[in-house]
């Protein structure tokens, strides 16, 4: 399997400009052949194929007055440029035809001057030294080693962030590290109060980085706001605002990776609820508080960790009654308001503590086979073998109401 492994580097001031200027070049082939594709599409002809687009923009292009600086930087970033808009639009054609799983992709878009830029550098274009990696017409650009490359990389991609930091990206092929197998397995429910609630009863809490640092963003957003766009201080003023969001980033990540792999690394099935988390976000109330868990990025990242060391990861429906059902005898109690966090059963009588009931009845429903009452995962509960235990005459009752069996998760 593939992985990405990213490090910090520290470019010179000659090297700045020169990657300001590969950055350029990059953005300009993009923006033209896009810009060319969408004009071919408006008048009913044909989208030239990607040998096509590169001869066009670049080896032409390079001929050309207005675009003969595409020569002074490397010609491996370009061709990649327009390999990325290729597969761009192949990706948007197979969501438009329903080949491709998952949320919908939309049509490329042009690249932006002042956003996050990269480049990225194929096989001859980059060699990996002790201290520095050295790329193609930008020399050797420092590099600190936060953890070793496992293997020898395809790829690199130089990325700048709008924070004005300095990235190598690697794509490297690695095996899968087998964990050892335990037979611990875990529920999980996600929350905004708590984070995650696990079925074991623990309770884990976010950072939540923007909820601590929110009057700061705003300070600095208004400060923004009052400069001249295009000005030094203007410019100043972003980069304030860019840092700090991307420090709020990357505390929100590495909190997600380290809850992450403690959890495949303790459990052999992991077992998650799917949320809505798009439609979420559209309750103006709440959309601020979900965004800053991350509970998106969290689920890939288990996804992908349990992949990567042959975890089990199973994700229920998102109309599973979890916080409904009893997790000791299966009775449904009804809906509960978000502001109930206990509730007791009327069937059993046991009080249930609204997070860690769900966690428990997430892992019943996925599939797990036993639990701490013996409820099994895949067992159908009906009506009237809930109300059992109360009296016969309203099992019988409950029986006549509704002749058809009712599971509970």
Not at 99 to 115: I, L, M, N
Not at 165 to 172: D, K, M, P
Not at 374 to 401: F, H, I, M, P
Request: with cysteine; aromatic share 8%; proline share 3%.
């Amino acid at each position: 399997m593939k992985a990405r492994y990213r490090y910090r580097v520290y470019p010179t001031a000659g090297q700045k400009m020169a990657l300001a200027k590969l950055f350029g070049c990059v953005r300009v082939v993009w923006n033209d052949a896009l810009a060319f594709c969408i004009n071919q599409y408006k008048t009913g002809e044909k989208k030239p194929n990607n040998a096509e687009l590169q001869k066009q923009f670049i080896t032409q292009a390079k001929k050309t007055k207005g675009r003969e600086w595409l020569s002074e930087v490397s010609n491996i970033p370009l061709q990649q440029s327009l390999n990325d808009l290729e597969q761009a639009y192949q990706n948007f054609f197979k969501s438009c035809k329903g080949q491709r799983k998952g949320k919908s992709v939309k049509p490329p878009k042009f690249k932006k001057r002042h956003a996050s830029s990269s480049a990225r550098f194929r096989q001859g274009g980059f060699q990996v030294g002790q201290d520095e990696v050295k790329l193609a017409k930008i020399g050797k650009v420092k590099i600190v080693w936060s953890r070793p490359l496992p293997a020898k990389p395809s790829s690199v991609t130089i990325i700048k962030d709008a924070a004005g930091r300095y990235f190598v990206s690697f794509v490297v092929e690695i095996a899968s590290d087998v964990l050892p197998k335990t037979e611990n397995s875990v529920g999980i429910d996600l929350g905004i109060a708590t984070f995650a609630t696990l079925d074991n009863g623990q309770k884990i809490d976010a950072p939540k980085p923007l909820t601590h640092r929110i009057n700061r963003l705003r300070r600095l957003s208004k400060n923004l706001s009052r400069k001249t766009r295009g000005s030094n201080r203007y410019e100043r003023a972003r980069k304030r605002k860019a840092k700090l969001q991307a420090k709020l980033k990357d505390t929100r990540t590495d909190f997600l990776h380290k809850l992450s792999t403690q959890i495949i690394r303790e459990n052999q099935t992991i077992v998650l609820e799917d949320l809505n988390v798009a439609g979420m976000v559209k309750n103006r109330k709440l959309s601020r508080a979900i965004s800053d868990l991350g509970w998106r990025q969290f689920r890939t990242y288990l996804e992908r960790k349990a992949e990567k060391y042959s975890r089990e990861f199973r994700v229920i429906s998102r109309w599973e009654p979890t916080s409904q059902t009893c997790s000791c005898c299966g009775f449904r109690g009804g809906k509960l308001d978000l502001c109930v966090r206990e509730w007791t059963c009327l069937n059993c009588g046991t009080t249930h503590d609204r997070d860690i009931n769900a966690a428990r009845n997430i892992l019943v429903a996925g599939g797990h086979s036993e639990t701490q009452t013996g409820r099994g995962g895949k067992r159908k509960t009906s009506v009237k073998e809930a109300v059992s235990r109360v009296s016969e005459a309203d099992a019988a009752l409950a029986s006549k109401r509704q002749p058809t069996e009712s599971t509970f998760s």
